[in-house]
């Protein structure tokens, strides 16, 4: 897998999913699960639609 976030991304990607996760848990909601998606990609630095988009926020391109 190629990294194609950049380190805004990911940091972004992990403050919504705190905050999604928070919601989730104040609600008592099972929605709060969906937390898991961005933080997964932010952890990894790869996403999957961005390939399909053939996008890419990182400036240096490296396998991991």
Do not use: E, H, Q
Not at 52 to 63: A, E, F, I, K, W
């Amino acid at each position: 897998m190629k990294i194609n976030m950049g380190k805004t991304d990911r940091i972004l990607r992990m403050v919504l999913s705190i905050v999604i996760a928070g919601v989730g848990y104040y609600y008592k909601s099972w929605w709060g699960l969906v937390a898991i998606i961005p933080l997964i990609t932010s952890f990894t630095g790869f996403c999957p639609l961005y390939r399909l988009l053939g996008t890419n926020t990182c400036s240096t391109v490296t396998d991991k």
